[in-house]
């Protein structure tokens, strides 16, 4: 018997349905895994800041390099621990220990113009390079090859990824009246004096005004009696301290600042604007020559206060909520709280990435 249509139909139907169903079912299951890519794609932030963990113990601290001794000025590494209370990280200046280093740090002035006493082994994916100067932008010498070559910025500046800086600290509880200590001098500079007759800086012009009309105590720098601990003896003596910076740039405020302000000592500022002093400090706790149309109007009101202990005293107010720790002073210790702020850095932050173009940055 012939067989109908519709019958040589109906398995041909059972077929196509049972081959669109395993289709259907092959799609599903094999869209539920990412396709595969011939390059891989760029890591996201949350990724890099994973793979930077992954390399580090939960309970071990992430390693340090030191690749220079910034100017070759050498510290106990321990003093980050034992006198900054940072405790963070290792720190190391053993370059055996680079391929396991998570971070290299690396003095801008110590690199040689040819790049040669830079790592040449390659960088491994978890470790972060980190670009240390503490200079201002015109004194931040060029060298070729390293625009792009870190991940982190250590500086003075306020957005460099680790602000390098003698902060305030909050007090839990408001403390006492601050009591300042006691005053033998008016006003005072700690400077090289040879530089006093020689420099025409905008500072020292200024000194020349200032001294036509009231009294400047100077100490030569090299001095033994502002040498060490005898450098915040002597400032304490003196009720306004001239706070003078070589270069007036933004967030370039030194410890000619901050060591007056934490002996209890008036600073007489002349660097950047008063706005940029106060993104670190009290505007009460400092006077700015800027404030004054001449040296002249400065100085009147500096005896003026001289003679009015109530509005002198005003100035250090912001003693009963902040706390500010004493500089080191010897130059063996010039960067050891750079040293100590990239650790603490590195000890509390996995985030990953690329400085693209640093000098672009320097000179913002």
């Known amino acids: 018997m012939a067989s109908t249509p519709s019958s040589t139909l109906r398995p041909l139907s059972i077929v196509v349905v049972l081959l669109a169903g395993v289709i259907i079912l092959f799609t599903m299951y094999y869209r539920s895994f990412p396709l595969p890519k011939c390059h891989p794609a760029p890591k996201p932030a949350a990724v890099q800041k994973q793979s930077v963990a992954t390399n580090r113990s939960k309970t071990k601290k992430p390693l340090v390099l030191l690749w220079f001794w910034p100017e070759s000025k050498k510290f106990d590494m321990k003093d980050c621990k034992n006198v900054l209370e940072m405790d963070h990280c290792e720190l190391t200046d053993d370059r055996s220990l680079y391929s396991k280093a998570h971070a290299v740090l690396i003095h801008h002035n110590d690199i040689k113009d040819d790049l040669s006493n830079l790592p040449t ?4 994916k978890f470790q972060r390079w980190i670009w240390l100067s503490m200079d201002t932008p015109p004194n931040t010498r060029k060298i070729a090859g390293i625009e792009a070559l870190f991940n982190l910025t250590s500086s003075y500046r306020k957005d460099a990824d680790i602000p390098v800086r003698w902060h305030l600290t909050v007090k839990k509880n408001p403390g006492p009246d601050f009591v300042p200590p006691k005053k033998e001098r008016v006003l005072c500079w700690i ?40 450098y ?133």
């Open 121 to 124: 082994t390659p960088r491994p």
């Open 191 to 230: 400077v090289n004096s040879h530089d006093l007759n020689t420099t025409s800086a905008e500072r020292y012009n200024y000194y020349n005004e200032v001294i036509k009309h009231i009294k400047v105590d100077v100490f030569d720098i090299s001095a033994d009696n502002v040498k060490g601990e005898n």
């Open 232 to 364: 915040f003896q002597t400032i304490s003596t003196c009720k306004f301290f001239l706070s003078f910076e070589e270069s007036n740039h933004r967030d370039y405020i030194t410890e000619t600042f901050y060591g007056p302000l934490a002996v209890g000592t008036v600073p007489i500022v002349l660097g950047p604007p008063r706005k940029n002093y106060e993104k670190f400090v009290p505007g009460t706790s400092f006077i700015h020559v800027k404030d004054f149309p001449d040296a002249f109007a400065l100085a009147e009101f500096l005896l003026k206060l001289d003679d009015d202990k109530e509005a002198y005293e005003k100035y250090f107010t912001w003693h009963r909520f902040y706390t500010l720790r004493r500089h080191f002073t010897d130059e063996q210790h010039k960067f050891t709280l750079a040293v100590c702020q990239a650790c603490r850095h590195i000890g509390f932050s996995n985030e990953y990435r690329v400085v693209r173009d640093l000098y672009k940055w320097v000179s913002q």
